[in-house]
């Protein structure tokens, strides 16, 4: 039974972990949202989106890494125990830039 407990336990520290942002899925923005701009604003917002996405997604590899220790060490994923958690930063911001390349490509941006 203690067993059990300790596996059950185990589990549930693992299924909390922060995950890698290249296995975090995009949300879905509607491109309508940058189809009032032009070319050269959609180039701009996308290296400004691109740079936030590196930022957050750095911040998530930390995060995740921290839980990865804290669940070795102590058995509590740390970073996504005390906010460090960006998965919904990274999914969004996957998100907007995914929207914005097909605006681009819609409006035949170079």
Same mark, same amino acid.
């Given at each position: ?43 701009? +917002?996308?290296?400004? +989106? ?36 960006? +998965? ?23």
């Amino acid at each position: 039974m203690q067993g059990f407990i300790i596996a059950a336990v185990a589990l549930a520290a693992l299924s909390s972990c922060a995950k890698r942002p290249d296995a975090i899925v995009p949300v879905d923005i509607p491109m309508s949202a940058y189809s009032n701009q032009s070319c050269p604003s959609l180039a701009q +917002e996308l290296i400004k +989106e691109q740079q936030n996405l590196a930022a957050i997604s750095k911040a998530q590899n930390s995060a995740a890494t921290g839980d990865a220790f804290g669940v070795f060490l102590i058995g509590v994923p740390t970073s996504s125990a005390f906010g460090g958690d960006k +998965e919904g930063q990274v999914a969004v911001a996957k998100g907007k830039v995914q929207a914005i390349q097909l605006s681009m490509k819609s409006k035949g941006c170079k």
